[in-house]
């Protein structure tokens, strides 16, 4: 069956409609943007824009909201509790952002390059899923098995710790204000560790083997190889997932809620779980959204920048090469 399109008074057959892309309706590839278009304006555009109008009121979720300007915003600037929870969201980049990134390059190469040739590729793979698997658990799931771990007194961290004659190493891992972040900083190093170890497992596979294998025959260590051949090839991995884990890391909510709910005494509060509180529990609904629009506001250049720095990369690599 012969399939024509029309254009310009004009009757096509298909394959050369296919052949000549430039003859195309111009309109053909926006209808297949519309559905995710609208899903974005309807789920993501059109709540900030209201979050960010409620951002202006001093309301408590009934009755009409008082409009106050930039109220909400001034006080904001002088919230030590917002600026507290903001400091522990750049401890949290550190745990889920760089601190994975760093492994996972590490973790990845290794099991692509030294694992998968000594013990087969099948035991790289098994030791992938085991990295990963923490992603696919729920982080509720994941939380309440770490706050059973973590537990002051009968947990296994603290009952392990005894059992080997390290008693006095045992801790209130979650209740002391002066560890308590970091042990959740080292719950979510845990849980964010597989994606970036899968990522950069992937971006391997582009790399051509060829380069290995000069590097090796020229007397090149395993990591000078990583160093000079890994890290230089997959660039634009290094770039995404520096730049989602961020995100992620700026955004995360369920981790604290689950541990610690913020505690003890706000010391692993971070900027979502206090725009929550500020929301739900103190119904300062306008002040709660400020935070959001700001974190919000945040994300969003952080984002821009990483984007601009990756394209700026890559045209001067390509620049290099021509």
Do not use: S
């Given at each position: 069956m012969t399939v024509t399109v029309e254009k310009d008074g004009r009757v096509l057959d298909k394959r050369d409609a296919m052949r000549h892309p430039a003859r195309r309706p111009r309109n053909s590839y926006a209808l297949f943007l519309l559905p995710g278009a609208l899903a974005a304006l309807a789920v993501i555009v059109?709540?900030?824009?209201?979050?960010?109008?409620?951002s202006f009121t001093s309301w408590q979720g009934v009755g009409d909201p008082k409009w106050t300007g930039l109220a909400n915003y001034r006080d904001l600037l002088d919230d030590s509790e917002f600026w507290a929870s903001f400091r522990h969201s750049l401890f949290m980049v550190v745990a889920m952002a760089a601190v994975p990134t760093i492994v996972g390059l590490v973790?990845?190469?290794?099991?692509?390059?030294?694992?998968?040739?000594?013990?087969?590729?099948?035991?790289?793979?098994?030791?992938?899923?085991?990295?990963?698997l923490p992603q696919v658990l729920p982080i509720a799931v994941a939380g309440i098995v770490w706050s059973w771990i973590l537990a002051p007194d009968n947990g296994s961290l603290n009952a392990l710790l005894k059992a080997v004659g390290l008693g006095s190493w045992q801790q209130d891992w979650l209740g002391d204000p002066d560890i308590a972040l970091y042990s959740v900083m080292g719950v979510m190093v845990w849980v964010q560790l597989g994606f970036p170890l899968v990522v950069f497992m992937a971006g391997l596979q582009r790399v051509d083997p060829q380069l290995y294998e000069a590097a090796?025959?020229?007397?090149?260590?395993?990591?000078?190889?990583?160093?000079?051949?890994?890290?230089?090839?997959?660039?634009?991995?290094?770039?995404?997932?520096?730049?989602?884990?961020?995100?992620?890391?700026?955004?995360?909510?369920?981790?604290?809620?689950?541990?610690?709910k913020g505690g003890p005494g706000g010391a692993t509060d971070v900027p979502s779980y206090f725009s929550f509180t500020t929301f739900f529990e103190k119904t300062q609904v306008g002040y709660g959204a400020a935070i959001s629009t700001v974190l919000t506001v945040i994300i969003l250049v952080l984002s821009l920048a990483f984007l601009k720095l990756q394209t700026r990369a890559e045209d001067a690599e390509e620049g290099a090469r021509a």
């Open positions: 059109v709540p900030f824009l209201m979050n960010t109008a409620v973790l990845a190469a290794a099991l692509f390059d030294y694992i998968a040739k000594h013990f087969g590729t099948r035991m790289a793979a098994i030791l992938r899923a085991c990295f990963y090796e025959l020229d007397g090149a260590g395993w990591w000078r190889r990583f160093w000079h051949i890994t890290l230089q090839q997959i660039r634009p991995e290094i770039y995404v997932v520096l730049t989602w884990c961020t995100i992620a890391a700026l955004k995360v909510f369920g981790a604290v809620y689950v541990l610690t």
